[in-house]
């Protein structure tokens, strides 16, 4: 904090420090990836799901609506969420990261439980100049959008809202 600047500047966007949730890495092979991490750093066990419709829907790419299908694993690392993901079907900005970056770290998360407040945070970033990338719907209960702040955050963000307590998931490893 610069000497002139008053504690209030750093309540952020909604008013309160938001929580890192999870971390996230986009990959060309989920399973290769995840064998790694588990041999290599005692990660696991991983909750791992097909994401595609109807499961996964309303899904936009800049503003358009597109389908793609993804794999996505899921593990904690004490309190902190680490998920892979590989996409498969269809444009997502996923691919598009694999193609220009190749593999590697992709989005830091800070998700919410409150619908409301979501929706408010995307406006809030809106205003910004930080657009929704990408978004949609898994199940009913889990919005998830990403925002353009690599200009003003270095990261793509992600936020939304819902619990992934109903989520289910299509086989854990190991």
């Given at each position: 904090?610069?000497?002139?600047?008053?504690?209030?500047?750093?309540?952020?966007?909604?008013?309160?420090?938001?929580?890192?949730?999870?971390?996230?890495?986009?990959?060309?092979?989920?399973?290769?990836?995840?064998?790694?991490?588990?041999?290599?750093?005692?990660?696991?066990?991983w909750?791992?799901?097909?994401?595609?419709?109807?499961?996964?829907?309303?899904?936009?790419?800049?503003?358009?609506?597109?389908?793609?299908?993804?794999?996505?694993?899921?593990?904690?690392?004490?309190?902190?969420?680490?998920?892979?993901?590989?996409?498969?079907?269809?444009?997502?900005?996923?691919?598009?990261?694999?193609?220009?970056?190749?593999?590697?770290?992709?989005?830091?998360?800070?998700?919410?439980?409150?619908?409301?407040?979501?929706?408010?945070?995307?406006?809030?970033?809106?205003?910004?100049?930080?657009?929704v990338l990408?978004?949609?719907?898994?199940?009913?209960?889990?919005?998830?959008?990403?925002?353009?702040?690599?200009?003003?955050?270095?990261?793509?963000?992600?936020?939304?809202?819902?619990?992934?307590?109903?989520?289910?998931?299509?086989?854990?490893?190991?």
């Open positions: 904090m610069e000497a002139n600047q008053s504690p209030e500047a750093l309540t952020g966007l909604l008013g309160r420090q938001l929580q890192i949730s999870q971390i996230a890495v986009v990959c060309n092979d989920l399973q290769k990836t995840m064998e790694q991490y588990t041999t290599l750093l005692g990660w696991g066990p909750n791992v799901y097909r994401h595609e419709p109807p499961r996964l829907h309303d899904t936009e790419l800049n503003g358009k609506p597109t389908q793609y299908t993804m794999l996505g694993a899921e593990t904690h690392v004490g309190e902190m969420g680490f998920e892979l993901l590989q996409p498969l079907e269809g444009p997502s900005i996923y691919r598009e990261w694999l193609e220009q970056r190749g593999e590697g770290l992709h989005h830091v998360a800070v998700m919410l439980h409150d619908f409301d407040e979501s929706t408010r945070l995307k406006e809030r970033f809106a205003e910004v100049g930080a657009s990408m978004g949609g719907r898994i199940g009913e209960t889990i919005e998830f959008y990403y925002l353009d702040t690599e200009p003003s955050l270095k990261i793509i963000l992600e936020s939304g809202s819902g619990h992934a307590i109903d989520l289910v998931p299509d086989y854990v490893y190991p």
